[in-house]
């Protein structure tokens, strides 16, 4: 139980911290999706995307385990699909904070499901 919410927490704050700086226009983060033939307009709805898996992960560790195994799927899925946007991009060079975040997604949905 301990391990679960230790890893919940860490991509939660990860994925705040992620959602912060999408919205807040940091060069490498343009840089980044103008690479990955990601329109910039896009970055602050994706920013809100990982904000709300971040406080859903953090809602299921509070007493709704639903809202936290969804949001955990949900931030999955996000990740699968940067991972594709990358490696569709050829910017294999940048992939590996996507990788870890899908890795992080990962571990917390199965150890929601599983707790």
């Known amino acids: ?3 679960a919410s230790v890893v919940v927490v860490v991509t939660a ?5 992620s959602a ?3 919205s807040s226009g940091h060069r490498y983060v343009v840089g980044n999706a103008e690479a990955n033939g990601v329109p910039v307009g ?9 904000a709300a898996g971040a406080v859903g992960l953090v809602a299921g560790l509070l007493g709704v385990p639903v809202i936290g ?5 949900g931030l999955v899925l996000f ?3 940067a991972v594709v946007v990358h490696v ?5 060079r940048t992939i590996g904070p996507a990788v870890v975040f899908l ?8 150890l929601s499901v599983a707790v």
């Open 20 to 22: 912060a700086v999408d």
């Open 103 to 110: 890795g992080l997604a990962s571990g917390s949905l199965w």
């Open 42 to 50: 896009w970055l602050p709805v994706l920013g809100v995307v990982k």
């Open 79 to 81: 990740f699968v699909g």
């Open 69 to 73: 195994v969804l949001a955990a799927g």
């Open 13 to 17: 704050v990860l994925s705040a911290l």
């Open 88 to 92: 569709r991009a050829r910017t294999v």
């Open 1 to 3: 139980m301990v391990v």
